[in-house]
């Protein structure tokens, strides 16, 4: 397999009254897996449905229900794990963890805390080209999601819609290796690309398919060296949790917060306690969860009403061999394939379905580099100023490789293609007929070209005294002659032209 | 391992079982014989022995990923003592 090298980042530094602090960050990301149904009922896992419509009796925890696993939901989280390089246990099993919500009938939550179905593995987290953290993934386990409270429909009461709750989610637990903010949010967005080039979870974060819980916590210079030299805990600062965040941005807002929280702490003389805090966008600042501190003993057991969870090797290998081509690999073939720069490789793959239309693109052109730079600047820029998904581009591949294959044979010169390209995304049609139809072709015809240029020098005698003097001006010419063959005229035929007539 | 009534107070309130104080020490008291027993099980050696999840050799059941289920929002809210447009109505819980 391909790979690219990278250098290590820096750690982020910040600077404390007394002296400078490291940040040090562990990630759970909850990602709800991309099933019909739920994990241990065949209720919809849709979003957006009238309340309590999506909910099984099972779901609604009446009594005697009995819980039965959803199969694929098992296959997505060992595909997951399969595509983090991740140890897959071919024996796992299901604990409850006890806990009172309105929000969860069962009073547990069906998860897997002693025996996780995907143990470690790794994520490569790309800062900038060259530049990129390898984050340990610690485990994955997979458990119920809980339902949802609505708190502002009504002054004393809140509602409860339990559509969500039951929903399959993994949970995707890194190590603290994570360290900074920007790394954070890097990380969530590398997870969520892996994650939709498996198609294991949509990774839709305003749905909240996509959410994290953050652990954070800081330490002086030199002593994370020693952490990971020793993977002993002592070393590191006491860690806050910042629960339940969606957005990429309140990602870095909170740790930045939290962690100038602790260091303001630490300074005085303090003491950090080791709790559960929430981010306060509105206030830009995180506070504590009291009521979640008191109902933090879970109680787990092994859940009675599930056998162990086994699975077959073969079962395992069957997956890896369906395994598509990941973010990593196709960046690094991108490279070489087509010698792409990491920057442009890096963008096209951010999402597989812009990568495939760029291979399809570098396929029919023949040029991996200029298809990358049309893709890129052209295509995307255009889609970008119309609010438009590459899924819904009026110009398909095809028309994009039939422009590329005009400019490289010269038939069309560079700043026609772009008008070109104009047409096909806004009338649409064939880029060699437009061209032919509309007489857009490249004048490379040398006597028609000589005709032109002739006609300019005559009729302007002053200037051709002038540029004979000053060779820069004759720069003037070929600007006339551009404009009176429409922009046409091979540019570099019109230039030797114009300094040959000249004398030059 | 011994209860004391500040833990059976404790375990009380986890498990949202209202106990008066005064009945307390017998819960404490009633605790401990039942783990008194259970710690007579540590007596069995049991080195080498897998766990057993079942009394019968089955795999765990599988259900295949489909919708079957669901869609019957007024049997899931009929036992709710209120609810409100298709939601239930619980006594304010807020962060």
């Known amino acids: ?504 | 391992m011994s209860i004391d009534t500040e833990t059976a107070a404790k375990v009380a309130k986890l498990a949202r079982i209202k106990v008066e104080p005064e009945a307390l020490p017998a819960l404490a008291q009633e605790f401990n014989t039942i783990l008194g027993f259970i710690e007579q099980l540590n007596e069995v050696d049991v080195e080498g022995v897998e766990p057993m999840t079942s009394v019968t050799p089955m795999r765990l059941k599988r259900r295949k990923d489909g919708v079957t289920d669901g869609d019957m929002q007024d049997k899931i809210l009929s036992n709710a003592p209120d609810a409100r447009e298709g939601f239930f109505a619980v006594p304010k819980v807020v962060e």
């Open chain 1, 1 to 504: 397999m391909l790979d690219l090298t990278y250098e290590t980042p820096k750690p982020k530094v910040i600077a404390g009254a007394k002296h400078d602090w490291e940040l040090v960050i562990g990630m759970e990301v909850h990602a709800q897996v991309a099933s019909q149904a739920k994990l241990f009922s065949g209720a919809s896992t849709k979003f957006g449905a009238e309340p309590n419509s999506n909910v099984s009796f099972i779901d609604a925890a009446m009594p005697g229900m009995l819980p039965v696993i959803n199969e694929y939901c098992i296959e997505q989280a060992v595909r997951t794990g399969l595509g983090l390089k991740a140890k897959i246990n071919l024996t796992s099993a299901f604990d409850r963890k006890n806990y009172f919500y309105p929000d969860l009938p069962q009073g547990y939550q069906i998860s897997q805390l002693y025996h996780p179905l995907v143990g470690e593995g790794e994520i490569l987290v790309d800062m900038e080209p060259g530049i990129a953290r390898l984050v340990r993934i610690e485990r994955i386990h997979v458990e119920q999601d809980a339902g949802k409270s609505i708190h502002d429909m009504d002054p004393n009461m809140s509602f409860v819609d339990l559509n969500r709750t039951g929903v399959a989610l993994m949970e995707i637990v890194s190590r603290p290796d994570i360290r900074g903010p920007e790394e954070a949010a890097a990380y969530i967005a590398k997870l969520r690309q892996i994650l939709r080039y498996l198609g294991t979870c949509d990774g839709n974060m305003q749905n909240g398919n996509l959410r994290a819980d953050v652990n954070v916590s800081v330490c002086l210079p030199g002593q994370y060296e020693k952490y990971q030299a020793t993977q002993d805990f002592s070393h590191l600062g006491t860690r806050c949790e910042i629960k339940n965040m969606n957005s990429m941005r309140f990602i870095q807002q909170a740790i930045d917060y939290e962690a100038r929280r602790q260091i303001a702490i630490l300074e005085a003389g303090g003491k950090v306690d080791q709790e559960t805090r929430l981010y306060d966008p509105d206030k830009g600042e995180t506070r504590s969860m009291r009521s979640k501190e008191e109902a933090h003993d879970y109680r787990y057991f092994p859940c009675p009403d599930l056998l162990p969870l086994e699975i077959e090797q073969g079962w395992v290998d069957d997956i890896k061999a369906s395994l598509p081509e990941l973010p990593d690999q196709k960046k690094a073939r991108f490279v070489t394939e087509f010698g792409l720069s990491e920057y442009d490789a890096g963008v096209l793959t951010a999402e597989v379905i812009n990568a495939d239309y760029f291979e399809k693109v570098a396929a029919g052109a023949g040029d991996g580099k200029l298809a990358a730079n049309w893709v890129i600047n052209e295509l995307f820029g255009r889609l970008k100023k119309d609010d438009r998904d590459i899924t819904d581009s009026p110009v398909d591949p095809d028309q994009l490789a039939g422009i590329i294959r005009l400019i490289k044979s010269d038939a069309i010169s560079g700043k026609i293609a772009k008008d070109l390209f104009e047409i096909v995304y806004t009338e649409g049609g064939d880029p060699e007929k437009i061209v032919e139809d509309r007489g857009m072709k490249q004048v490379t015809d040398t006597d028609a070209i000589e005709a032109a240029v002739d006609e300019i020098i005559a009729a302007n005698p002053a200037q051709v005294e002038k540029a004979k003097a000053n060779p820069k001006l004759a720069g003037w010419f070929v600007g006339q002659v551009m404009k009176a063959t429409g922009g046409k005229a091979n540019p570099k035929a019109v230039n030797d032209l114009v300094a040959s007539k000249l004398g030059l």
